[in-house]
């Protein structure tokens, strides 16, 4: 026993020493202007992840690397406005910046971007610029962007209401893994909003949501399969049974 607590406390001390070894790499690039480097030591600071947390240090190295035009750096300092993380919240320049890394097509850009449009939050509201920054994060296939509009054309908020267009956005979501989407386009699938009501397609997509969910949503996503199940008989319910699962592992 005292043989293996020193050789864990060995390989412990060892990464460690590598993880060390890392930072002082990355650190070095940092200093040199590499603007990645930048931004990934930016990062470590605000997550004290090998480093003592400092989320001032963090934006003096984002700022850095975002100055080059770094569109990864540039949108951590949207984040930072945003959120008031190492600076005074300021919506204003959170769009800023967004607004640089969303031009550089960078999916989270153009969806946090979207927001602040949508919502009136340091720019003035607009919804068809906010549709605009949402849509283009969408094609770039940012699940929560395909998901937020999806939401927009089911309750018809800036856009005419449009259940297939939001139960489009949902399948695009859904088919990557996004747990709220496939609860939703269950959902869809079992009232018939904006498709053909199809009872299978509602347990498979349930079943997807429930596997991720926890607590009270969990058990909602359960009680709400177990409905569909009801509809189904043995043969529909095995086959939908199996694509749930082909499905799961393929997105884990």
Known sequence: MKRS????????????????????????????????AQEQIGVLYAKGKDVVQDHGSAIEWFKKSANQGYAKAQYDLGIAYTKGYGVTQD????????????????????????LLY??????????DTAIKWLEQSAKLKLPRAQYKLASLYDKGVGVPQDHRQAADYL??????GYTQAQFTLGSFYASGKGLTQDYQQAYIWY????????????ADAMVKRDQAARHLNKDQLEKAQQTARKLFDAQK
């Open 91 to 114: 919506y204003k320049e959170a769009a800023s910046w967004f607004e640089k890394s969303a031009e550089q097509n960078y999916p989270p850009a153009q969806y946090d971007l979207g």
């Open 118 to 127: 949508l919502y009136g939050r340091g720019v003035p509201q607009n919804y």
């Open 207 to 218: 079943s997807l949501a429930a596997a991720k969910l926890k607590g009270k949503e969990e």
């Open 171 to 176: 399948r695009q979501a859904a088919e990557q």
């Open 5 to 36: 607590l020193v050789l864990i406390a060995g390989v412990l001390f060892t990464s460690q020493l590598f993880a060390n070894s890392l930072t002082d790499d990355l650190m070095q690039q940092a200093k040199d202007g590499v603007a990645k």
